[in-house]
């Protein structure tokens, strides 16, 4: 387990993750930030890698749902079928996890094509 792991909750990691976003959107606002083209392409490497965990991600979250209705352990708030709502979310999350794997390989495929771009001389 890592140092950050071991400190902060799933929770906190995952709000911490949006806000790096949101932070980066900031940054590079109207090029913001951004000194070179290889910039671009370290941030779409890192967000490939980003985009690499989520459908696995997507998963265990869905499986935890699972494990906890199959245990009973999971009552719906207004009182409506549990079953289908688990259903439902275990659905978004594998089409959240496919949607993923399309954005990693369209950031792949973005990252490749960047390789040969360099400021002029």
């Not at 900031?26 to 459908?55: F, K, M, Y």
Request: contains cysteine.
């Amino acid at each position: 387990m890592t140092e950050l792991a071991s400190t902060m909750t799933p929770c906190e990691l995952a709000s911490q993750a949006a806000h790096a976003i949101r932070v980066l959107n900031e940054l590079t606002h109207g090029g913001g930030e951004l000194s070179s083209p290889g910039d671009v392409r370290d941030i779409v490497a890192s967000l490939e890698l980003v985009g690499q965990g989520l459908p696995q991600l997507c998963e265990q979250l869905a499986r935890f749902l699972v494990i906890k209705q199959e245990d009973g352990q999971l009552a719906h708030a207004c009182g409506l079928e549990v079953d289908e709502s688990v259903t439902e979310v275990i659905e978004a999350l594998a089409a959240a996890g496919q949607a993923a794997d399309m954005m990693t390989a369209a950031l792949s495929e973005a990252r490749g094509a960047s390789a040969t771009l360099i400021p002029p001389r």
